[in-house]
């Protein structure tokens, strides 16, 4: 075995270890496709008010920008459909915001595995990246031999559907690459978007992300949602899983065993008029370490009343 395969061999089973559902391997080059794509969408005004998509292109398309010498791109799946539901009165809540920020879990995981990486293999220089830097995770996930990337603009794992987060870690060293995601499977379904609550997914897998229930509940930080917007939001208070309910492939998704992610009483729990009577110190203490927090307790407020009207 060469020690380039040996090294790969290494990576996979850390991966694994760690809890990963999935690790796919990727050769660091620039992504000439993926970045056409994303200048056409971003000049369209499809991100909306998420000024931030706009900063650091050069980043999200060449790895080397972020890892010096970058040779690699490891993708990482971990899986977080739960297996509990909210009671039928709630507020709906993206099941992805069930347990703790997925950020803070993610990160963790990625720094262990760096540093195993280190121990197994000797100096490596990497850097981890979840969903809050710039880094085209989907694109690289298919070219990892993870999936496609569907019509409602989510990765799709042929075994497990889309209810996981994608995380990434670039690093200077050369490992056996897998074969790219050629196929896509989503044939002539359309059910994402004719399911979808404001017709925010577009034909051609775009999707205009300044329609999407999620940008309204949570990047939109305006005090007031659009008047325009009133009775299409299906009484989703935070995020939207519309596009991945319905999807035939999520009828293979398991249950996560990550313990990190498993859902806070008060998601599962609370009807409308608890979150109604629920006091600013009470959101802090609750949900202080939950994803809930990026929209703040004005935001949730605010969300709860626009989906009562």
Known sequence: MSAVEKHTHTVKTLAAELGFDHCGIAKAQFLDEDAYRLEQWLNKGMHGNMQYMENYFDLRVDPSKLVPGAKSVITLLLNYFPEEKQVDAAPKISKYAFGNDYHEVIKAKLKLFLQKIKEEIGEVYGRGFVDSAPVLERAWAQRTGLGWVGKNGNLINKQSGSFFFIA??????????????????????????????????????????????????????????????????????????????????????????????????????????????????????????????????????????????
């Open 168 to 309: 990434t870690l670039i690093v200077d060293l050369e490992l056996n690459y897998d074969d790219a995601f050629a196929k896509d499977y989503c044939g002539t379904c359309t059910r994402c978007i004719d399911e979808c609550p404001t017709e925010a997914i577009l034909p051609n897998k775009v999707i205009d992300g300044s329609k999407c229930i999620s940008y309204f509940t949570i990047e939109l930080k305006d005090a007031l949602i659009p008047e325009k917007m009133k009775r299409q939001f299906a009484n989703w208070m935070f995020g939207c899983d519309v596009c991945q309910d319905v999807c035939p492939w999520n009828r293979f998704a398991k249950h996560t065993e990550e313990t990190g992610f498993k859902p806070i009483p008060e998601i599962l729990n609370l009807s409308t008029n608890d979150w109604e009577e629920l006091t600013e110190e009470s959101f802090k203490t609750i949900f202080k370490n939950s994803p809930l927090k990026r929209a703040k307790f004005e935001g949730i407020k605010r969300n709860l009343n626009f989906i009562k009207l």
